[in-house]
């Protein structure tokens, strides 16, 4: 298991792996969260955000996240379960 930072190279690597959103882990820090990627279709990631949400966690469109990244920085690390 890896930690990296999440930046928007980061993202767009993940994206292209097919990955399409960030979710915070169960548990996780809310000052300093472990955020991990997986793959929702994308006319259902609203559904998830908002189920995740029941359990305080956060879902966030990769997508979305590319765009808004250099405006909005992430708090906490991504985990790369792959590596």
């Known amino acids: 298991m890896k930690i990296v930072d ?10 292209k ?15 300093n969260p472990t955020w991990i990627v997986d ?18 966690q956060l879902c966030y469109s990769i ?3 590319i765009l808004t990244i250099d405006n909005r920085p992430f708090i906490g690390k991504l985990q790369l379960s792959h590596s």
């Open 6 to 15: 999440i930046t928007k190279d980061t993202l767009i690597s993940a994206q």
């Open 17 to 31: 792996e097919g990955f399409t959103v960030l979710i915070t882990k169960f548990n996780s820090d809310p000052l």
């Open 39 to 56: 793959k929702v279709e994308n006319d259902k990631i609203e559904a998830s955000k908002k189920a995740l949400s029941e359990s305080y």
């Open 63 to 65: 997508k979305e996240a």
